[in-house]
């Protein structure tokens, strides 16, 4: 049996880092921390001694991390991006899903592929909810926009509700923008009027 | 037929070249199209470019040597086509240090390094430093300042890498005393009131390769036709760079949301260099704070990255002859005087030069002897010569 492994999740939005950490409990007993701080990252990763470290990859912070790649580094021991190592197909899947991993220690590639396998699938995830979350919340903000106009209208041509939509609706549809765009420029210029 | 070519940068000042280039169409003057994509810190680039992401990218000049030498988390070997930029950092430090300074009659020049370095280290504080990466020409800029000012080892500021992005924040935390970064970093610091500029880059070195364009290795030789639009797109948008007339319209451009995303007067101080020193406003003017074309800016000299190479083989116990000869094959200076053969004349007939020998710009011969090589100078005196490296 080999020894449990020690992770590092690197992860300000905790949500997030909860999904990883479930997704990296399902393949196996490992003790993960998550680190939220984004300052003084070296360090205390240095102070941890893992054996991989997870990251995403559009995290500023990863630059800091490069420091632990010099043999030099404060953590006397050697650290490999992923990348270096030769499973192609893997590491594609990996820059994908925008995780990289840091490597301690030539920890063994075998060792390696669950651990990187639940991660590319909750970073997946995780970046799906996100977009989806992204979405609901403009939808909802271009609905209250539209609202705000529509009212706008409706109080300055004294026009019923449906009326001052479709004037809307017809003026999109004129200039070719979406109607969104058109209630957005009525809003953010009727105060000018009054 | 437009060719597109994915191409990444890091959001700062000196990314010009490429957002220039896309913004006013001198990619396709050359039949490209630039299709540029903004990363969120260099590890990622290079990761990009290594993989295949992207074919180009905008990168620290140390960091394809760094890979050549074997330094680092890159395995895949890089190339350099262009210098997209000369100098363009600062160095700065905390209000406190800066009122300890002022206060033992220090005036913050802004272009004195032996000065600037006494009047830090007489403090005799412990110091930390932040660069945004272990290689980059931040770093190296700081390695030589404080070897030339031969401080001992147990006076020296210890060296950490923070991302610029992060850098006020550290300031302002105190876990960092002073840094070393690019523009626009430098001067925002200055605005949230957690430093003050001391030194620009180029008071170390007069002629610094800062950034550079980078391809993977043997991609250029196995795609001429494509490698010689991209550089040559690349230097019609650093002669436009290069006349002052244009820096108000490339500080709006490169402040829109999707590429800085930062104030355009803020970016204005670098490329003006005017560069507002402490939060209490004091200004200084700094000559070619950041070049993109005078002086055949754009050309990857053989002798810089022989520098660089040397340097980085000392700190990290390599050979010194055999990583300044890594180094200068990182360098295409071939690939890029043949691909602008076309369009200028004023480019250098040679690939390496003794670099630091210049303390005034000086005319060199080139096909058409018109080339004013501006210093070159180290704030030391010494001077590196590629062929004598021990």
Request: proline share 6%.
């Amino acid at each position: 049996m080999p020894k449990n492994l020690t992770i590092i999740i690197v992860e300000k939005d905790r949500d997030r880092a909860l999904q990883i950490v479930d997704g990296l409990n399902a393949s196996g007993d490992h003790a993960i921390t998550v680190l939220s701080e984004e300052s003084g990252l070296a360090r205390r990763i240095a102070a941890l001694d893992p054996d991989v470290v997870l990251i995403d990859m559009a995290s500023p912070s990863r630059d800091a991390l490069e420091e632990l790649a010099l043999a030099s580094g404060p953590m006397d021991r050697p650290v490999a991006m992923f990348v270096d190592h030769s499973d192609g197909a893997l590491t594609k899947a990996a820059i994908e899903a925008g995780v990289s991993a840091y490597v301690v220690n030539g920890l063994q590639q075998e060792r390696l592929t669950p651990i990187l396998d639940a991660a590319i699938t909750r970073f997946h995830m995780v970046s799906r909810m996100r977009s989806e979350l992204a979405a609901t919340r403009r939808a909802l903000e271009e609905r209250k926009t539209i609202d705000r106009a529509k009212g706008i209208l409706m109080k300055a041509r004294g026009v019923s509700e449906d009326e001052a939509y479709a004037l809307l609706r017809k003026a999109a549809m004129d200039q070719g923008r979406k109607l969104a765009e058109v209630a957005e420029a009525l809003v953010s210029t009727a105060g000018l009027l009054s | 037929m437009t060719y597109t070519l994915p191409t990444g940068y890091i959001p700062l000042t000196d990314a010009a070249p490429l957002i220039i280039a896309r913004s006013l169409g001198f990619d396709e003057e050359e039949g490209l199209h630039l299709e540029l994509h903004r990363a969120p810190s260099w590890a990622t680039l290079r990761d990009y470019l290594a993989m295949g992401r992207v074919e180009a990218a905008h990168l620290l000049a140390p960091l394809p040597i760094a890979a050549a030498l074997g330094l680092g988390g890159a395995a895949q070997p890089l190339e350099v086509l262009s210098v997209l930029s000369l100098n363009g950092t600062v160095i700065g430090v905390s209000p406190g240090l800066a009122h300890l300074m002022r206060g033992n009659g220090y005036r913050f020049d802004f272009a004195d390094a032996r000065a600037a370095g006494e009047a830090l280290f007489a403090l005799d504080q412990p110091l930390r430093v932040g660069v945004p990466f272990p290689f980059s020409m931040h770093a190296e800029l700081l390695f030589y300042w404080l070897d030339a000012l031969g401080l001992p080892a147990d006076r020296r500021p210890t060296i950490h890498t923070v991302p610029p992005p992060l850098m006020a924040e550290a300031m302002a935390k105190g876990e960092i005393d002073a840094f070393c970064v690019g523009e626009p970093w430098g001067t925002i610091s200055v605005e949230n009131g957690v430093g003050e500029l001391l030194l620009p880059g180029q008071a170390i070195w007069q002629s610094a390769p800062e950034k550079v364009l980078a391809t993977r290795h043997g991609w250029a030789d196995r795609h001429p036709d494509l490698a010689g639009r991209l550089i040559r797109c690349l230097w019609r948008a650093g002669r436009w760079l290069g006349d002052a007339q244009n820096m108000t319209t490339c500080a709006e451009i490169l402040s829109r949301p999707e590429h800085l995303g930062v104030s355009p007067d803020l970016i204005d101080r670098a490329l003006s260099g005017r560069l507002v020193v402490s939060p209490r406003g004091e200004i200084r003017q700094a000559d070619r704070f950041v070049a993109f074309f005078d002086g055949a800016a754009t050309f990857p000299w053989q002798s810089q990255a022989a520098w660089i190479g040397v340097q980085l083989a000392r700190r990290h116990g390599r050979d010194p002859v055999k990583s300044a000869q890594a180094a200068q094959a990182v360098f295409r200076a071939d690939l890029h005087r043949h691909h602008l053969s076309q369009v200028t004349r004023s480019l250098p007939g040679a690939s390496a030069k003794v670099e630091g020998a210049l303390s005034h710009a000086s005319a060199l011969g080139s096909e058409n002897g018109r080339l004013i090589l501006p210093p070159d100078s180290f704030f030391d005196g010494r001077i590196f010569d590629p062929e004598r490296v021990t």
